[in-house]
């Protein structure tokens, strides 16, 4: 209703949110998956060329191949106007944050629950809790569809320079892209097709922002929350090597292996209580009571 309807609370500082380089068992991985991501690489090479800018071209062909998953912006699935103007930050987000919607695993996968999904995120994000606009920046189906979250998510996304302010994760609203994924990934995993969407949206938005695919975390590493569920949470070493390889790069040595007690910030438990969500699902007359 106000400018002053999301919470947005300091974001600690820069020394404090600095992961602590560890040496992980992914550090050798790093090496490896280097080498299996040079061996992906297109091998079509003028024969005059020398080696060096050869790789150099392949590293930008495969990045621009992983570049380019299907995005539906507000304007297509139907958004509301924002009750406000969205705030674009000055600076570039510094990771992604994977979330759940804690919603029933639907087995309806069409493109057209896609969009009513994100028109009920959004009015429950607007109506319920009085934000300007839906929370997150993007949302994955379980269909595999991507859809804009926030308005101007996406135009800024394929800027590569601004985030938008956003209220997906306390704490981390300024600094991090926040990604839904339909669903409920507490016993159960994602399909193998919304995980592989997932893989290629967070391609996209490290290849954009320059972001090293370690930087993907989950809710629950910032905030009090089972988010984005124990299955999917132990999945995301798996996404980041697979966001890794669809770069062309390696991972990183500065992960974070999530037992520091760092960056935790105090927040509600959950942030898209099911209930409600669940309420205007079955508004829209999409919702499939199947439980998890
Ligand atoms: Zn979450």
Known sequence: MTS???PQLPSPSPQSRQPLPLVTRRTALAGALGLGAAALLPSA???RASAAPARARAARAGASAAATPEIFGCGTWGARAASESVVVLAAPPQRIVVHHTATANVTDYSKDRAFALARAIQNYHMDIQGWIDTGQHFTVSRGAYVTEGRHRSLTELNAGRHQVRAAHCVGQNTVAIGIENEGTYT????PAKQFAALAALC???CQKYGLSPSEIYGHRDFNDTSCPGDRLYAMLPRL????AALLGV???DQ???GDEGWDR????SEFLPARELNRELERSGLWLPRGN
Not at 187 to 190: K, Y
Not at 240 to 243: D, L, N
């Open 4 to 6: 002053h309807a999301e």
């Open 45 to 47: 090479t003028p024969a």
């Open 187 to 190: 016993s159960v995993e994602p």
């Open 203 to 205: 391609a996209h938005v």
């Open 240 to 243: 980041r090597q697979e966001v």
């Open 250 to 252: 390696p991972l990183l």
């Open 255 to 257: 992960l974070w292996d």
């Open 265 to 268: 910030w105090p927040g509600p």
